[in-house]
């Protein structure tokens, strides 16, 4: 992936966010990556509202989303991004335990770019992450970047 690029991660479980980041980091991903706790958080920064950080004029953006969360769950996180005509852009991988084929269907007509079941088993977690992060560091892996301003 370009260097540059932000990855967000929008986790209400802390464990699984420090899992994720531990293991992308160990398949070579440099990039930065932020940390939101619920939908909310990761909406004000793209949004630019609220009192946390804010995304910056282009910048480019991939975004690691799971669905069940508090204040702001992920279906409605993606439809809002998806619904922008700038933050459409902005890649979105699924990360969680559902596996239901309804879940997915909608997740991907919604607009995800990828959906990934959390493995139970702990090694078989920190493989899948790690298989992503081989592919996130792909020197050809390229984001569009983020205009502000424009919907």
Not at 83 to 111: F, H, M, W
Request: neutral net charge; hydrophobic residues 40%; glycine residues 8%.
């Amino acid at each position: 992936m370009q260097t540059g690029a932000v990855i967000l991660i929008a986790e209400d479980d802390k464990g699984h966010f420090l899992l994720v980041k531990k293991n992308l980091w160990r398949s070579c991903v440099e990039n930065d990556i932020l940390y939101f706790r619920d939908g909310q958080e990761v909406l004000d920064f793209l949004f630019d509202s609220g009192n946390g950080p804010k995304q910056q004029r282009g910048g480019c953006y991939l975004l690691i989303l799971d669905i069940r969360m508090p204040k702001v769950d992920g279906h409605e996180v993606l439809c809002r991004i998806k619904e922008n005509r700038q933050l459409r852009k902005i890649p979105v991988i699924i990360l969680t335990t559902t596996d239901q084929a309804s879940e997915i269907n909608q997740c991907y007509q919604l607009g995800c770019s990828f959906y990934m079941v959390k493995p139970v088993d702990y090694q078989n977690f920190m493989e899948a992450v790690e298989n992503l992060g081989k592919f996130l560091s792909l020197k050809a892996v390229k984001l569009p970047t983020i205009n502000k301003g424009d919907n």
